[in-house]
């Protein structure tokens, strides 16, 4: 019957119920009918959901609803892990306050300067949004006070820890008085979750979307198998021949988000990156002509698109496939939004993306479809029909055509007929398409060395790929001996041009290879193929990096961490 309710069933007041309608918005989805009565009742919370299912609506009414418009200090507190998501929960919470007078929210977050948060604050809020560790820059310079906090929301709490806060929200909730409301909304619930639940909440009641409803129905997944090289032609085919009006397109590395950017524009196609590397001035700048329509493609990192809340996605591309199950559900859902369709479309470049495909579909318990991808004709006959279109939508228009018709009548004073006057305004229409389209054999020749490789592979590269990836998930041994976890390799001598790397990591902070692997590819742009031998002790661990990357490696990852847990990274004195 979750189906059949309404925002009017969910006893929330009539102001909000206004704005509610006023969004569009006629029945709550089920993390936000099983969500809002709990925190309207005073519950602590445990909500599992995922990006896409109306979560920030689910906590953001009973907040906007319980706060007192007289009391100008702040009464509600929510924590986000990207600057990103902040301004979008602090925007929909803005929306949805519009007709309650007097109650007032502010975002505050790094990147940004705080003088203006400072004054935000002063002026007086009942609702502050805002990442952990800007939080605790205001609560130390006493420009936040949380005596009057009565609710606490932890978004994306999974995400926060895998990040590195966890003891900036230890002290956040600390800080807190004793009698409030504690909210965790996670979209996994591993096991330092669960220790800050038993640690700071009181009785919480659990509400679980279950994974079939994490995965949007109205969202359609296909896969296309497409040798590595050759993926920028294909993605710019399906969008030039489905005419997406906006598409978000996810790599794994900041690397790859500027050359697919480049290549996009280099084909007459509008597209911005988002990643790390940019200001909060320049990311703001790129979602804003993104939001608008002035570019077309947004190609973005993980972390990066944290917070993209763009309702008419039509389309999201897994250039690279996601490094975990829990990314690929939050990249689909930038898609299908608001209940509209969408589709989700990923590139398969050899025998490993095929295994993960099909670990993709047991986690989301869906059939992700093989397609083919679209030849050179398919493309030439999407042309012609869309110009056969145009041409009745120009003839359509009731306007002066005397000009027109005098230059038609001045060909045909030159001797040309009409039909080389048609044909020739054709050509001129459709004669780039038919020098850029060539007819390109997209197979992926699994029997050869093409398989697993990057852009700029071959058949040797090809081999050592394969070579490193039957090796490069090791188990550990659970036989005992020198405690450590490791990929197989020659135990004589360290690849040539490798250099060797300490990291103050191992075991006991449950350090996996592919934790390894991902952190030094995804934030360097080291293709991970590229990563030797890793050796994990108990307490420390050893990888080898190619040499010319040595440096790279240490500088960029000295200021990130992998699991949460900050890294001390240098070469190896051994």
């Known amino acids: 019957m979750e189906q059949e309710l309404t925002f009017s069933d969910l006893g929330i007041s009539e102001e909000i119920l206004k704005a509610v309608e006023d969004m569009g918005y006629t029945h709550p989805s089920p993390i936000q009918a099983q969500t809002i009565p ?70 505050i977050y790094g990147g940004e300067a705080i003088d203006r ?66 909210v965790f909304f996670s979209a996994t619930m591993p096991k330092p979750i669960m220790d800050l ?33 050759l993926k ?5 085919r399906l969008i030039n021949l489905h005419q997406f ?23 007459g196609i509008q597209a911005e990156a988002l990643h790390g590397d940019l200001s909060q001035a320049q990311r703001t700048k790129v979602m804003n002509k993104f939001r608008k329509g002035h570019c077309s493609v947004l190609v973005a990192t993980d972390v990066a698109a944290r917070g993209i809340d763009v309702d008419n996605v039509e389309v999201v591309f897994n250039y690279d496939l996601p490094l975990d199950e829990e990314n690929y ?5 930038r898609t299908g939004r608001a209940g509209k369709s969408g589709m989700a479309i990923s590139f398969v470049t050899g025998r490993k993306d095929n295994f993960k495909i099909r670990d993709l579909e047991k986690f989301i318990k869906t ?77 992926v020749d699994f029997s050869r060395g093409d398989r697993d490789r990057g852009d700029r592979g071959g058949r040797r590269e090809g081999r050592e790929s394969r070579d490193r990836g039957r090796d490069r998930y090791a188990k550990s041994d659970s036989r005992g001996g020198s405690g450590r976890e490791r990929i197989p390799r020659d135990k004589t001598a360290r ?13 006991k902070d449950r350090i996996r290879p592919n934790d390894i692997v991902g952190a030094i590819a995804g934030e360097t742009g080291v293709p991970g193929r590229s990563i030797g031998g890793i050796d994990i002790y108990d307490n420390f661990t050893f990888v080898d990096v190619p040499s010319k990357d040595a440096d790279h490696v240490i500088k960029v990852m000295k200021s990130n961490t992998i699991k949460g847990k900050p890294l001390n990274i240098e070469l190896s004195k051994g």
Do not use: W
């Not at 920028?232 to 710019?236: D, I, P, Q």
């Not at 598409?247 to 950017?261: G, H, I, L, Q």
């Not at 398919?378 to 056969?388: A, G, N, R, T």
């Open 495 to 507: 690849e040539p041009n490798m250099a060797r790397l300490f990291i103050n990591l191992g075991k």
């Open 117 to 182: 948060q400072i004054r935000s604050l002063k002026k007086g809020v009942q609702i502050v949004v805002g990442t952990p560790g800007r939080i605790m820059d205001h609560m130390q310079r006493r420009t936040l006070n949380l005596d009057n906090v009565s609710i606490i929301v932890l978004d994306e709490a999974d995400e926060m820890l895998d990040m590195g806060f966890r003891e900036d929200i230890e002290m956040i909730l600390s800080a807190m008085p004793e009698e409030r409301q504690t």
């Open 367 to 443: 059939s992700i479809h093989k397609l083919d991808p679209p030849s050179a004709t398919d493309l030439i006959e999407l042309k012609k029909d869309q110009l056969v279109k145009d041409v009745y939508k120009v003839l359509s228009k009731e306007e002066d055509n005397q000009l027109f018709e005098e230059t038609i009548g001045q060909l045909l004073a030159e001797g040309l007929s009409m039909d080389q006057v048609a044909l020739a305004l054709i050509k001129m229409q459709m004669g780039d398409v038919l020098k850029v389209v060539e007819e390109q054999n997209f197979e």
């Open 329 to 333: 559900v939050h990249r689909i859902g």
């Open 232 to 236: 920028l032609e294909l993605m710019t």
């Open 197 to 229: 639940t038993r640690k700071f909440q009181t009785d919480p009641k659990v509400v679980k979307v279950l994974r079939k409803e994490l995965t949007v129905e109205n969202i359609t997944q296909s896969y296309y198998e497409v040798k590595s090289p």
């Open 245 to 267: 009006n906006l598409s978000v397109v996810f790599c794994n590395t900041k690397r790859a988000t500027d050359e697919v950017t480049e290549g996009l524009i280099a084909r």
């Open 38 to 107: 709990q925190l309207l009742e005073g519950h602590d919370v445990i909500g599992q959901a995922q990006t896409g299912t109306g979560k920030t609506a689910a906590f953001a009414i009973p907040i906007i609803d319980q706060v007192d418009p007289s009391v100008n200090k702040p009464q509600a507190l929510v924590l986000c892990p990207t600057r990103e998501l902040a301004v979008q929960v602090e925007g929909e919470i803005v929306k949805l306050a519009r007709f309650k007078r007097g109650v007032s929210s502010t975002c």
